[in-house]
C-alpha cells in the first residue's frame, strides 16, 4: 500500500465518509475542510475519538473554509499543496463549493486525488488522467461506528451482559428454536405465564422454580418439553406443582422474555460463518449522545435498543425482531435509529416470526415499509435456517 503523509478530507455529514481513508492509510497528518455550519465541535470530537482508537498517531486538524468565497478556498487548497507538496485529497463527501475549488486547482497542476464508495467497497485512484479502480477491504467494530456516529454502545447491552455464545449455548438455541417453532404463537402466551408466576410465587427455594399447575394451565406442556430437550434440571410434578431449575441463567431469561428466542436464533444464524459479517451484536442499548448519567454524573439519557446489528465491512444492517404482531411504530423507530447511527450507508429490516397476510392493513403497512427502505422478513417459523441466511445476505 502507498504511504500517505498528509491527507486532505472533505468534512461530510456522513461520519462514514470522514474515516474511510483515514483507517486504511493512517497518514501523519489529517486535515478536514468543510464550513462553519457543518464542521460543529460534537462532531469533530467524534471523529477525534475514532481517531485515537484506530490511528492515535495520526495528527488531525480542522480548517474552516468559507461558504460564499470560491476565491479564498482556491487560495487556502493552494496553500495546503504549497506546505505539504505530497498531500492526497479524498473527495468524498464535503461541499459542492470545495470540490469546485480542488477542481479549479487541480486544473492547473497536478495534485493525488481518491475516492472511497463505502456502498461497492471501491477505491478510485486519481493522478493526472489516470484512473484506477480497486477493492477497499477494511472493518469497523459496531461499538466504533456508534461512536462515530456520537452515541456509546452502553454495558447493558446483550452481547456484553446478558449472552455468552459459546458452542453448548448456541446448540441449545438451535434446539429452542425447533420448540419454539412448534408452538408459534402459543410461545409468547406459555412464556409469559411461566414468568408471571415465577415472579408472584412466594416461599421459592434458591435456584429452584415452585409453581403450581392450576393457574399454569396448558403452560405447563411448555415446561414438560423444556425438559424433555434438556433444558430444565431437577424436574419434579406433583399432582398440585412443579418444580424444577433451568439448566443456566441464559435459559431462564429466554423463558422471561419471549421475543429473546427470534432474537437469538436470528443472531445465531448470522453469526455461524464467521466470514459472513464482519462483526454483530444482539440487544444493543444505545446512547445517543456518548455521555453515560449516573450517581456521580446526573442526568438524563435518551436510550435506544437494537435487536440486532450485523456489520458487513462498514455498513451496519439494523435489524429488529418481532415474534408478536408489529405496528408502524416499530418501522418509525428502526428508521430513526438506523439513520442516527448508520447514516445513509445503513441497512434495515424488520424480522417477523409469523407470516404477512393479505388484509389491506398489512399490505399497507409493507408498502410503508418498502417506501422506507426496510427489508421485511417474513415468516420464518417456516424459514430453514439456509432461507434465513440468504435473506440476511440480500440485505
Known amino acids: 500500500m502507498e504511504r500517505v503523509r498528509v491527507l486532505v478530507e472533505l ?3 456522513e461520519p462514514l465518509e470522514n474515516v474511510m481513508a483515514l483507517i486504511k492509510y493512517r497518514p501523519e497528518k489529517i486535515i478536514f475542510l468543510g464550513h462553519k455550519d457543518n464542521m460543529i465541535t460534537k462532531k469533530e470530537k467524534d471523529i477525534i475519538q475514532f481517531k485515537d482508537e484506530h490511528c492515535p498517531k495520526t495528527d488531525i486538524e480542522f480548517i474552516e ?10 487560495k487556502m487548497i493552494s496553500g495546503i499543496i504549497e506546505e505539504y507538496p505530497d498531500v492526497r485529497f479524498e473527495l468524498t463527501g464535503g461541499s459542492e463549493l470545495i470540490l469546485i475549488a480542488i477542481g479549479c486547482v487541480a486544473a492547473k497542476m ?3 486525488k481518491l475516492r472511497i464508495d463505502p456502498f461497492t467497497g471501491k477505491e478510485i485512484d486519481i493522478k493526472g488522467t489516470n484512473v484506477t479502480t480497486s477493492d477497499y477491504h477494511f472493518n469497523i467494530p459496531i461499538a466504533d461506528d456508534i461512536i462515530l456516529h456520537g452515541g456509546v454502545l452502553t454495558s447493558q447491552t446483550g452481547s456484553y451482559s446478558e449472552w455468552k455464545f459459546t458452542d453448548e449455548f448456541r446448540n441449545d438455541i438451535r434446539i429452542m428454536w425447533d420448540l419454539c417453532s412448534r408452538y408459534r404463537g402459543s410461545w409468547n402466551k406459555y412464556c409469559a405465564t411461566i414468568d408471571e408466576l415465577r415472579k408472584n410465587t412466594p416461599n421459592q427455594h434458591e435456584g429452584y422454580e415452585e409453581l403450581f399447575l392450576k393457574p399454569l ?7 414438560r418439553d423444556l425438559n424433555e430437550i434438556g433444558m430444565l434440571k431437577d424436574y419434579q410434578e406433583t399432582p398440585k406443582k412443579v418444580v424444577f431449575r433451568f439448566k443456566n441463567n441464559m435459559i431462564r431469561k429466554i423463558i422471561g422474555k419471549a421475543g ?27 446512547d445517543w449522545d456518548g455521555e453515560i448519567h449516573n450517581s456521580e454524573h ?8 437494537i435487536d440486532v446489528i450485523l456489520m458487513k465491512n462498514v455498513c451496519p444492517i439494523f435489524i429488529s425482531c418481532k415474534s408478536g404482531k408489529a405496528g408502524g411504530n416499530a418501522l418509525h423507530e428502526l428508521e430513526t435509529v438506523s439513520r442516527k447511527f448508520g447514516g445513509k450507508y445503513a441497512r434495515k429490516a424488520l424480522v417477523l416470526a409469523k407470516a404477512c397476510d393479505n388484509t389491506t392493513g398489512t399490505q399497507y403497512f409493507l408498502q410503508r415499509a418498502r417506501d422506507m427502505h426496510i427489508w ?15 435473506k440476511l445476505k440480500r440485505i
Do not use: C, W
Not at 473554509?65 to 482556491?74: Q, R, S
Not at 429473546?260 to 444505545?286: C, K, P, Q, W
Not at 446526573?298 to 435498543?305: F, I, L, S
Open 298 to 305: 446526573p442526568g438524563y439519557d435518551t436510550m435506544n435498543e
Open 11 to 13: 468534512f461530510s455529514e
Open 110 to 112: 497536478d495534485i493525488s
Open 376 to 390: 421485511v422478513i417474513d415468516d420464518v417459523f417456516r424459514l430453514s435456517d439456509e432461507q434465513l441466511l440468504n
Open 217 to 223: 394451565g396448558d403452560a405447563i406442556h411448555l415446561l
Open 65 to 74: 473554509v468559507p461558504k460564499d468565497d470560491l476565491d479564498k478556498a482556491i
Open 260 to 286: 429473546n428466542m427470534l432474537e437469538l436464533h436470528v443472531y445465531e444464524v448470522a453469526t455461524r460463518d464467521n466470514y459472513l459479517f464482519s462483526d454483530a451484536i444482539i440487544g444493543a442499548n444505545i
